[in-house]
C-alpha cells in the first residue's frame, strides 16, 4: 500500500451495544487516546555512564533542554557546530536534526527522556523527528548511503536486527522504539488483495509474478502490483483511500490492468482463498532472500502457505490508538472470517473447512490472535526484544489476524480470504472500517476468540460462536445480520462447492473480472 496525502478522516459508524452492532451511514468519529508520552521515566542503565558516548547536534534554544536530561548520561552530551556534517548539503535548514553517535546504542521506551536500556552498537547516525524515515539506522543497514546521503554520516555493517532502534526526546517529543507514522486523519484506507497467476489453457499456478510487476510499471494505475512468497501470487496493493468506494475502484482498475498483462502471456487471474487442485509442494518461490530467509527459517510450514487474503489497512491518528482498537475489532473478526470464507479445498482435497486458509496461517509461529500486551508501548517492546534477540526480523514477521503496521500508520486487518467478486471485497473492507471506527468496548478473552476463529472457518454463517459479551452462544449468521443491518450474502465458498473441485478454478477465472 503506498503512502501519500491523507483526506480528512471520515468512516462508517457502528452504534453497538452488548446484544447487537448495526452500520450505520458515514460520518466523523472522533479517536481516543494520548499519543505516545505515557509520562513514565525510564530506569537507569544498568552499564555505566563510561560505557556511553553521545553527542548531539540541535539547534541552540534546545541545547539546555538535551543537557537537563533525568538519565546518567547527560553529562556526555557535546553539543557541536553541524555544519561540519553537512558537506555536499547545499540546503540551509537543519534544525530538527540531531547527530547520535552511541557506543551501546539506546532501546528506548516511552516516556523515556534520553535513553533506556543499551545494546551494543557504535554508530553514528542523523536522526530527523519528523521527516520521512527518521528510522535511520535501519535506513543506513539497508541502503548504505554514506557519503551520498546527508542523512546518513557512517554506516557499520554489524547493525544486525537491532537496527530498528531509534530514540531522541528533545523540546517535549516523545521517544519510540520504532519507526511509525500514525500521524494522520482517522479511518482512511489502503487495501491489498493477493490473486492467483495461473495458465491460460491449464488453469494451474505458474511462475508469472514478474513479468506482471515488471509490465505493471509501464501504466498509470491507482497503486501496485508486488510479489509475495509464491511467484504464482501477485499482491495489489491500492493507494491511500479516502473512504472503501475509492478503495475498490482503485482495486477494479489494479484487477484490469493486471489481468491485460495476463492475457498477453498466455495467463489468466484468479481470485479466490486457495487454489482448488495445486499441490503446495509444487508452487514456485519468488527468489528473493526476505522469502528464501522465510523458507530457510520456517521450512514445510512456509512451503504450505499457498494461500491467499484480504488485508485492509485503516488509518490511525495514533499509536495508543492503534492498540486500543485492535483489542476492540479482534472479539468480532470470526465473523468478517466467517462471511469471507472462499477456501473448501486445498491440495487438490476437500478439506471440510470452508476456509481452509484460516487453519494453514495457523501454522505459522505467531498467527491467529495477538497476545494481551496492553498497550502498544507493550507491543512495541514485545516486538524490539524479539529483534533485538535475533528471533524475528523485524515487525512483519509476526503474521496475526490484525496487527499494528507502524510504517503505514495503519492497523490492518488481515483475517479474511481473499474474495472472488469485488462486492464481496467492498463488504469486508466497509464492516472492517465500520468496527475499526466504533471501536466497540468488549475484549473477549483470547480462548472464546480461538474457539469462534476455528468455528467460521469450518461452518462460515453457519458457526455457533461465543458473542463477543461471553455469556451466550449466537449464530454467526445472525451476527453478521445485526453487523450489516441486513441478511448477509452466502460464503462465497458454497459456490466452489456447488461447481464442484474440478471446476472450481476455471469458474474463479471467470468471475474474478466480472
Partial sequence: MRRGPRPPARGPRLNFSAAKLTLRDRHEYPLRGSGWNGGSVCPAPALGPEWVRTRATVPAVQREELR?????????????????????????????????????????????????????????????????????????????????????????????????????????????????????????????????????????????????????????LPGRLKTELHASVVELNTDVCADVATAVDALRALRAGAARIASLNGLALAAGGAHPTARFASLP?????????????????????????????????????????????????????????????????????????????????????????????????????????????????????????????????????????????????????ALVAAAPTTVTPRGDYLQNRWAAAQNGLDAELIHPNGERVVGARELAAELLGREPPEPEAMRQLEVGIERAAADLVERTLG
Avoid at 100 to 127: K, N, Q, R, W, Y
Avoid at 149 to 162: A, K
Avoid at 348 to 377: C, D, K, N, W
Wanted: hydrophobic share 40%; glycine share 8%; with cysteine.
Fill in 68 to 220: 537537563h536530561c533525568r538519565m546518567h548520561t547527560a553529562g556526555d552530551i557535546e553539543p557541536f557546530e553541524d555544519e561540519e556534517l553537512w558537506s555536499g548539503d547545499e540546503s540551509d535548514d537543519h534544525a530538527g536534526w540531531y547527530c547520535v553517535s552511541t557506543d551501546p546504542f539506546p532501546c528506548p521506551a516511552p516516556g523515556c527522556s534520553f535513553i533506556a536500556e543499551f545494546m551494543t552498537a557504535a554508530h553514528l547516525v542523523l536522526v530527523w523527528q519528523e521527516r520521512d524515515d527518521p528510522n535511520l539506522l535501519r535506513h543506513a543497514g539497508r541502503a548504505k548511503e554514506v557519503g551520498r546521503n546527508p542523512r546518513v554520516v557512517t554506516y557499520e555493517p554489524s547493525f544486525g536486527p537491532s537496527a530498528s532502534y531509534y530514540a531522541w526526546e528533545a523540546a517535549g517529543y516523545a521517544c519510540a522504539a520504532m519507526e511509525h507514522r500514525f500521524t494522520g486523519p482517522s479511518f482512511t484506507i489502503g487495501i491489498e488483495e493477493e490473486l492467483m497467476i495461473l495458465d491460460a489453457e491449464t488453469r494451474m499456478p505458474v511462475d508469472g509474478v514478474g513479468v506482471l510487476v515488471r509490465e505493471s510499471e509501464r501504466l498509470d
Fill in 285 to 433: 518461490v519468488v527468489q528473493e532472500e526476505r522469502y528464501l530467509a522465510m523458507l530457510r527459517d520456517i521450512g514445510w510450514v512456509a512451503r504450505r502457505q499457498g494461500v491467499n487474503g484480504l488485508h485492509v489497512h485503516v488509518g490511525i491518528e495514533s499509536a495508543d490508538a492503534c492498540y486500543e482498537r485492535l483489542e476492540s475489532v479482534l472479539p468480532w473478526l470470526p465473523v468478517v472470517l466467517a462471511l469471507s470464507a472462499n477456501s473448501p479445498f486445498f491440495d487438490g482435497v476437500e478439506t471440510g473447512m470452508l476456509s481452509s486458509r484460516a487453519s494453514i496461517l495457523a501454522e505459522l509461529p505467531r498467527a491467529g490472535a495477538p497476545p494481551a500486551f496492553g498497550s502498544y508501548a507493550g507491543w512495541e517492546a514485545w516486538v524490539e526484544r524479539l529483534t533485538r534477540i535475533g528471533v524475528i526480523e523485524d515487525n512483519t514477521r509476526v503474521w496475526w489476524d490484525v496487527r499494528p503496521h507502524p510504517r503505514f500508520g495503519t492497523l490492518e486487518v488481515r483475517i479474511a480470504d481473499q474474495p472472488t467478486a469485488l462486492e464481496r471485497t467492498a463488504l469486508i473492507a466497509e464492516l472492517v472500517v
